[in-house]
């Protein structure tokens, strides 16, 4: 027992001293797990689908199944930020296939100014930040309608998983763009590096993850803005007292959010070398189920982007276990309705045990003082 806490302490997990503790107790064992419930099912997980298929841990499958990963993972950290506020976005699967669809018309047809008679051409960076740049656009209707119109977070994003599907769908009529490899004199041919190019042998959509990871913990630790947003997802109106800005928060999150659910469009899109008006539909479960998974309360305030991680290797690690062992796809999604309500109930439950750890704690606070005081009178 000893040598697991010290293992445990070495390890530097966090609030370390505290597992420490729980690992001295075989109760407190379980209380280990929920906490570290996210790294228990990643375990599961390789070692089940390890015995059951002899080509699950091999190295080629690994890199695959990392290479999806880091394809649907930066949605999950922009998901992040906004759940830490206790807000929710679920238009960011929309927002990925509407990109992708704007990628596909602007490589395909370019953009057609009729008016004027004249097509212009953009070479591939200029799609990719055009791209970028519509998301943070559509991140930022978002949260004006929450924090202007004052409608509920679930309610505006659901609207906008419409409205951007449905946008999505009218590009092109419903039809697909199937060849986005540019042509030379155009100067807008490479767009499927995103995807399959690599650098040093690593592959360039593995970087960009990397990237992203970097710059979304720098920010959420490094930051005046990030601890903004967990004081508003802890106590929004303690934050608003205490002279924090709220609502340019709230916007800052959503665009946030937009942005990287449209490099999530732009990478599946080069992955597949054509745009579909359906693609990343229902990729807001995925998100919201790493998250969540990842130890990120729904309620706001408490959560950390390496848990994220952590949740989004889980659901592509299980969703690709499940194709290659031969699972039907219907039978996935059931899956991942059962990760998101298991991870939600543990979370609930784990939130509930911490409150009244803290009542505990501030009964005992105040029955001490009460007691000191009585002394201090006798005396």
């Known amino acids: 027992m000893s040598a697991l806490a010290g293992l445990a302490e070495q390890l530097g997990i966090d609030r370390g001293s505290e597992l420490v503790a729980d690992l001295r107790t075989w109760r407190g064992w379980w209380r280990v797990i929920l906490k570290l ?126 409205v951007a599907r449905g946008l999505a769908d009218l590009s092109d009529g419903g039809n697909t763009f199937a060849n986005l490899g540019g042509t030379a004199p155009l100067h807008n041919t490479g767009f499927s590096f995103l995807a399959t190019g690599s650098v040093a042998g690593i592959p360039f959509e593995i970087i960009l993850f990397a990237f992203v990871i970097a710059v979304a913990v720098y920010v959420a630790k490094r930051t005046a803005f990030g601890r903004r947003v967990y004081a508003v997802g802890g106590n929004e109106r303690a934050a608003e007292l205490a002279g924090i800005r709220v609502n340019r928060v709230k916007l800052g999150v959503y665009v946030i959010s937009g942005i990287c659910a449209a490099l999530t469009g732009l ?84 939130r509930r045990r911490q409150a009244a750890k803290a009542t505990e704690d501030a009964a005992a606070a105040i029955e001490e003082v009460v007691e000191s005081e009585e002394t201090a009178v006798n005396a």
């Open 267 to 350: 990478l599946i899109t080069s992955e597949l070398g054509s745009a579909f008006p359906d693609t990343a539909t229902s990729y807001e479960l995925n998100a919201i189920a790493a998250v969540v998974l990842g130890g990120t309360s729904l309620f706001g305030g408490r959560g950390r982007i390496g848990g994220t991680v952590l949740g989004a290797f889980v659901i592509g690690f299980l969703n690709d276990g499940l194709v290659l062992v031969g699972v039907s796809s219907f039978w996935q999604q059931v899956a991942q309705g059962m990760v998101i309500v298991t991870a939600v109930a543990v979370d609930e439950a784990q």
């Open 37 to 162: 419930r996210a790294f228990v099912a990643f375990l599961t997980i390789v070692i089940v689908f390890s015995v059951i298929s002899s080509d699950y841990f091999t190295g080629s499958n690994l890199l695959t199944m990392t290479e999806h990963v880091a394809v649907t993972g930066p949605m999950a950290i922009g998901e992040t930020f906004v759940i830490l506020t206790a807000g929710i976005d679920l238009s960011v699967g929309s927002i990925a296939g509407l990109i992708g669809m704007v990628a596909g018309a602007l490589l395909n047809n370019g953009l057609i100014l009729h008016p004027l008679g004249i097509v212009i051409w953009f070479s591939v960076p200029m799609v990719v930040l055009i791209g970028l740049g519509l998301g943070a656009g559509i991140g930022a209707i978002n949260a004006t309608v929450i924090t202007r119109l004052n409608v509920a977070p679930f309610i505006a994003t659901l609207g906008m998983l419409s």
